[in-house]
């Protein structure tokens, strides 16, 4: 069975401080893993994926992931945040081509 | 290249109307997929089309709902007859099926309200 769990409804950080969502997942086969970001009012935007090749992903606006299978993780991570990265962050799991499980999303506050 | 585009972008209509909510997906995209957000039950699946067959509609919430596909590059998610709780933002999403490396790329979205 594949699900995916993003363990944190809610992050607060403060403007300039590291960010780390969390997400793990479970997956009877080898998922290609993905962030994306909706900002208020906006559709779902890719960040970043994770497809079988290198485990540390870069992304899109200085994020990044670390897929690690031994965990079943694959964190979102950003060295510094920025009041644009205020958004909602889903992680998703891609299994076999068509089948997408979507987790139930991780609010991001920026605090200035 | 043009992203995934959906209309209307807002609507507003009463218990009982018929709603049609459109998509027209990336040219060259094969799947496609509509989905409901709400904030009590976030992003769920409805159905999704490949090769213009609806592949899997578990998701649609009863009768009232239907989707077509007529062609590659057009679909539609009508609901009839609405009802309040239909009241959501509506996302059309489409990829090119890969096995392995295939992603979403979305709409803007539909918001629906139903008085």
């Known amino acids: 069975a594949q699900s995916v769990t993003q363990l944190d409804s809610h992050v607060s950080v403060s403007e300039g401080t590291p960010v780390l969502l969390r997400c793990n997942y479970s997956s009877s086969y080898s998922p290609s893993l993905f962030w994306y970001v909706q900002h208020p009012n906006k559709g779902l935007q890719l960040l970043l994926k994770y497809t079988s090749a290198a485990t540390l992903v870069k992304g899109i606006n200085g994020f990044e992931a670390e897929f690690k299978k031994s965990e079943t993780s694959f964190h979102l991570t950003k060295p510094s945040a920025h009041m644009s990265d205020a958004a909602e962050y889903f992680c998703?799991?891609?299994?076999?081509?068509?089948?997408?499980?979507f987790g139930t999303g991780t609010s991001l506050t920026v605090i200035p | 290249d043009a992203g995934v585009i959906q209309s209307p972008r807002h609507e507003v209509t009463e218990m009982g109307q018929e709603v049609t909510l459109r998509c027209k997906p990336i040219s060259g995209h094969n799947s496609l997929f509509w989905y409901r957000q709400t904030m009590m039950r976030g992003l769920e699946l409805l159905i999704y089309?490949?090769?213009?067959?609806?592949?899997?509609d578990s998701g649609m919430p009863e009768d009232r709902f239907s989707a077509k596909m007529p062609n590659a590059s057009f679909s539609t998610l009508k609901i009839q007859p609405s009802e309040p709780r239909d009241s959501a933002v509506y996302f059309c999403?489409?990829?090119?099926?890969?096995?392995?490396?295939?992603?979403?790329?979305f709409g803007e979205g539909s918001r629906l309200t139903v008085l």
């Open positions: 998703v799991v891609m299994v076999t081509g068509n089948q997408f499980y």
């Open positions: 999403a489409s990829s090119r099926y890969q096995l392995i490396t295939g992603e979403l790329f």
């Open positions: 089309f490949n090769n213009n067959v609806p592949i899997d």
